[in-house]
């Protein structure tokens, strides 16, 4: 029984110290801050003498068995003093030991977060802002983001001038991605995902250029800076011509937000660049959060841009409705919240005796629905008998706060439409439905329920007009549901 015992304990002390030997030998991505002056002179750049400091591992370390122009990712000269590298716990340690080390963070990643708009804002080519400001033009806007969709007429340049001298930055080459793409409008684009691969070394990438797969930077350049763009509608909706708030601007894209992740030291690559490309506004629509300011990389390269009187717009985030769930609260930024402004997308609601209500809907579809049969369902839950309602407009209402599964179990059944009563907030998040949706408030909802409460055994019918578009509602604006809120500590 005592060997068997002894022998257990010394099976565990082998896979505790195996363990130890484990974790110092993994290697993990870290984000390193170093002390500019404490740089020798023997050394010509930040460069060389940070590719000293990770040479100097290999003589000093057991475990080390890559150079040091594998284990570095990046090297900062702008955004931060420092460099992003492939360590194992043990060669951290020993960095930490070196001249010049300030400190550490590992590479983590970050979240996510029009045709009246302007005029919503006051702006017009009669007075203010826009001819104050000449458009914007030349102003050279940098976007960290998921990349551009370069054919977009948003980036057209027509009548637009020379690209300013100053400018530094370049096109690209990439997958899907020509220089010839650029023009005088889109002057640059570059791509930055080592970061991401050495975080995820086995990861293929589907997009590798700085062509935009998802949207998002797209979205956001064409908002700051598109050009005038006549006709355009969102699904024959707000039917009117598209601009961004400085239409003369010159775009510059960093994709640093992948499809497959996003990380901190390719953000910190990408603002580091445009720093370096001579941008005069810097505009990031993602954040971090949990991190007090001294150690956010992010805030930190925000400021450095500021230092060098770069302005730079940030988001808020996306992850209202509550209180101090605000990121980017960084006092050298401006952080902007989404909000509403004067405009409803809507559809109109006729009912069989000629009454009509009108609602919210964005649904994408061309047709109308006319004189189809109407019928009240309740809460529309999963276990009702959704084949007695097909082909039918069902008219869902249950004020339990249970809309958004209501909405999900409509979509996966075979209706002609949907009505929904609701006084639930965060609409915005579904009004695009797949499957032809208004969205009623209670008051109009009292309309339909008295017009289906007097029938009682007579069919009821109805139709729906999509595509409708309304100015100046009120309140606005509005913070949007979604958006996140301050304060930020």
């Given amino acids: 029984m005592a060997d068997s015992f002894q022998m257990a304990n010394y099976i565990s002390l082998c896979v505790w110290l195996l363990s130890l030997v484990v974790l110092a030998m993994s290697h993990e991505t870290y984000i390193v801050h170093m002390d500019l002056s404490a740089k020798p002179t023997a050394f010509s750049s930040h460069h060389t003498w940070f590719s000293a400091t990770l040479d100097s591992l290999t003589t000093t370390s057991t475990h080390v068995t890559s150079s040091s122009s594998s284990k570095l990712v990046y090297s900062y000269t702008n955004a931060i003093n420092g460099f992003t590298a492939i360590l194992s716990s043990s060669e951290l340690e020993l960095i930490k030991n070196t001249p010049g080390y300030l400190y550490s963070i590992k590479d983590t990643t970050v979240e996510l977060d029009t045709t009246h708009s302007t005029q919503f804002l006051g702006l017009n080519s009669n007075s203010g802002a826009w001819p104050v400001a000449n458009y914007g033009r030349d102003v050279i806007i940098g976007l960290v983001d998921s990349g551009i969709w370069p054919e977009s007429e948003s980036f057209n340049d027509h009548g637009m001038s020379s690209v300013p001298s100053r400018w530094k930055g370049e096109c690209e080459v990439g997958f899907q991605f020509n220089s010839s793409l650029c023009n005088k409008k889109l002057i640059g684009a570059r791509y930055f995902n080592k970061g991401l691969l050495s975080n995820r070394p086995n990861l293929t990438l589907s997009m590798y250029s700085a062509r935009d797969t998802f949207g998002h930077g797209t979205h956001t350049s064409s908002t700051a800076a598109g050009g005038y763009v006549k006709h355009a509608s969102c699904f024959g909706y707000g039917t009117g011509t598209a601009t961004g708030v400085a239409p003369h601007a010159r775009v510059a894209m960093y994709k640093a937000l992948w499809d497959e992740g996003v990380f901190v030291s390719d953000i ?92 919210l809907s964005l649904y994408p579809g061309k047709s109308s629905l006319r004189q189809l049969p109407i019928d009240f369902v309740g809460a529309c839950q999963n276990n009702f008998d959704y084949k007695k309602f097909d082909r039918k407009i069902v008219v869902c209402f249950d004020n339990n706060n249970t809309f958004f599964q209501q909405f999900f179990n409509v979509k996966r059944l075979n209706v002609s439409g949907a009505i929904f009563i609701t006084n639930t907030t965060g609409l915005e998040l579904v009004m695009q439905s797949k499957y032809p949706a208004l969205f009623l408030d209670l008051e109009s909802g009292k309309t339909v329920m008295n017009y289906l409460q007097k029938l009682k055994n007579e069919e009821a019918k109805a139709s729906i007009k999509f595509h409708g578009t309304h100015l100046g509602t009120k309140p606005a604006p509005s913070v949007a549901s979604y958006s996140s809120r301050g304060p930020s500590c």
């Fill in 268 to 359: 910190l690559a990408a603002i580091d660049q445009a720093i370096i490309d001579g941008v005069d506004v810097l505009s990031l629509s993602f954040g971090k959060d949990g991190l007090p300011l001294h150690q956010d990389p992010i805030a930190i390269a925000t400021f450095a841009g500021l230092e060098k009187g770069i302005f730079v717009s940030t988001s808020a985030g996306n992850n209202g409705p509550d209180l101090r769930t605000l990121h980017n609260g960084t006092p050298w930024v401006l952080t902007v919240a989404a909000s509403t402004i004067d405009r409803e997308f809507t559809g109109i609601l006729t009912l069989g005796n000629g009454d009509s209500v009108t609602g």
